[in-house]
């Protein structure tokens, strides 16, 4: 049997974290008459109760709250071991900070965990596709996907889904897409939920003390120490290590005093680490790798006018598109933005945008500092 076997077209199977939002992404399912089942993902990631408490959502007691909801909710559940398949996306992480990048761990999960290997074991279970917790909006145009942006705007996770496969898209489900998060607990609430009023979880699920150094520590990772330069390369002071700095960072640099600098140039080669002002902060264009369309087909050659959106909580804004390829064929991008902007940082996903539809994006490669006398408000 395969997952277009008209007998297997009832059945999903639920991510279920122990939160809130795929709770109730659970519930509504299971209230249009779907067979769900639901399915915790074990990362392998050791975390305390009072961590968990606080910030994660891997712990042994968010899956005791996941496991409840489902029997509450009388779905068939099952925890999975993913440790392996989750090592990677740990490793890319510490690897991204070694090479002066900025990790976007959760787009990768999304990529390789949500959106591929939970379909892999859907496909096991006999199940039609997916479903998550977020909160973006999925439909199908002339028989392909289209994504857009969540209802709630201060929720809104499409930004988080630009790397993934329209392929899987298109086998996915997004409850929450059209609700906003009160509306979402007070369903919870009203199906006495026991995640109705848990705290969503605020940081990086396998740094649950929010600092992410911590887990270079733990990791043996060798850091890069040498010098804080301005942007006319005189010498601020030294540093431990380029790890310990991203790009558009304003604090924890060690140099204070008169006008606020940050973080513009991360060079673990040269174990430096160049700061500038507000001014000498922005960046006029970018370089996108591994470009990835959903729904969409963009135009053989010229540019593209469109939104371009380069970090989770950061505005789209408007820039011009040119496609091109690497060797082998991968789809790469040429973004020049109209005005300049803060903190355009390597390894964060630029995602390209229509009004409020996602049409996709990629991996920042490279960013072009520009000095502006206008820079963005931040």
């Given at each position: 049997m395969t997952p277009d076997d008209p007998a297997l077209q009832r059945r999903f199977v639920v991510?279920?974290?122990g939160g809130v939002d795929s709770s109730v992404a659970a519930l509504l399912l299971a209230r249009e008459g779907l067979e769900v089942i639901g399915l915790f993902m074990r990362n392998g990631v050791q975390v305390s109760e009072e961590a968990s408490r606080r910030k994660s959502?891997?712990?042994?007691?968010d899956a005791r709250d996941a496991r409840m909801v489902a029997a509450h909710l009388g779905l068939a559940f099952q925890a999975v071991d993913l440790a392996g398949d989750f090592e990677h996306i740990v490793r890319a992480f510490v690897d991204d900070y070694s090479a002066g990048r900025t990790p976007n761990p959760c787009a990768l999960c999304n990529r390789d965990l949500k959106f591929d290997r939970l379909l892999s074991l859907a496909?096991?279970?006999?199940?039609?596709?997916v479903a998550t917790g977020h909160y973006a909006r999925l439909d199908h145009e002339r028989g392909r996907v289209v994504?857009?942006?969540?209802?709630d705007a201060d929720k809104d996770q499409s930004y988080q889904l630009f790397c993934v496969a329209e392929e899987h898209l298109a086998r996915t489900r997004l409850p929450l897409g059209a609700l906003a998060k009160p509306a979402v607990r007070a369903l919870a609430r009203e199906a006495g939920l026991r995640t109705a009023a848990k705290a969503d979880s605020q940081e990086i699920c396998f740094v649950p003390s929010g600092d992410y150094r911590e887990l270079l520590a733990e990791r043996g990772v060798e850091l890069h120490p040498g010098r804080l330069l301005d942007t006319a390369g005189k010498v601020l002071g030294e540093h431990a290590g380029t790890e310990h700095f991203t790009i558009g960072q304003r604090r924890g640099h060690g140099v204070g005093g008169g006008t606020p600098l940050y973080v513009v140039e991360v060079n673990p080669v040269q174990g430096t680490v160049v700061l500038g002002t507000r001014a000498e902060a922005c960046f006029g264009a970018c370089d996108v790798d591994a470009v990835n369309w959903i729904g969409f087909d963009p135009p053989a050659?010229?540019?593209?006018?469109?939104?371009?959106?380069v970090r989770y909580r950061s505005e789209a804004v408007a820039a011009g598109v040119s496609l091109s390829s690497k060797d082998g064929g991968e789809p790469c991008a040429r973004v020049v933005f109209d005005e300049p902007q803060p903190a355009v940082a390597?390894?964060?996903?630029?995602?390209?945008?229509?009004a409020d539809r996602l049409l996709g994006g990629g991996w920042i490669r490279t960013a072009e500092r520009v000095e502006t006398t206008a820079p963005p408000p931040r």
């Open positions: 991510a279920m974290s959502c891997c712990s042994a007691s496909d096991e279970l006999g199940a039609e596709g994504l857009r942006r969540g209802v050659s010229g540019e593209l006018r469109c939104l371009v959106q390597p390894g964060q996903g630029a995602a390209f945008y229509l």
